[in-house]
């Protein structure tokens, strides 16, 4: 078992119900609110929004499912892209809020942790 991987799962789906949760509450329901936005401009907002909080507790399956051992072992490549995709991520995040934005912490948190998973 590899508990490195249960550990970044557990970070991917906080990250991905966060994400899901405060961005509801803190930017789209105001933003419906407070905007002249079309419903179907909205509704594609609010899709968009929420499918990265799916893409996010998908991916928490899959850690948790590498670290169980259900799947896993041999090449790790494909979980090394998906630990760049995070480190990406964060620094973006980083980089383009300057530090004011919580959520490279989660990235960066993620990308280590799923790196580490793998060796």
């Not at 405060?22 to 079309?38: A, K, N, V």
């Not at 041999?74 to 990406?88: E, H, L, P, Q, S």
């Not at 383009?96 to 580490?116: D, E």
């Amino acid at each position: 078992m590899k508990e490195l991987f249960l550990v970044t799962g557990a970070l991917a789906a906080l990250g991905g119900l966060t994400h899901a949760y405060l961005g509801e509450r803190m930017i789209l329901i105001p933003l419906r609110r407070q905007s002249d936005l079309r419903r179907r401009h909205h509704a594609m907002l609010r899709f968009t929004w929420h499918f990265f909080s799916i893409v996010m507790l998908s991916l928490a399956v899959v850690f948790f499912a590498l670290g169980s051992g259900v799947v896993g072992g041999g090449d790790w490549t494909v979980v090394r892209v998906i630990a760049g995709y995070f480190a990406v991520f964060g620094v973006l995040v980083l980089v383009l809020s300057r530090g004011r934005h919580f959520a490279w912490l989660g990235g960066l948190a993620v990308a280590v942790t799923a790196w580490l998973g793998t060796l």
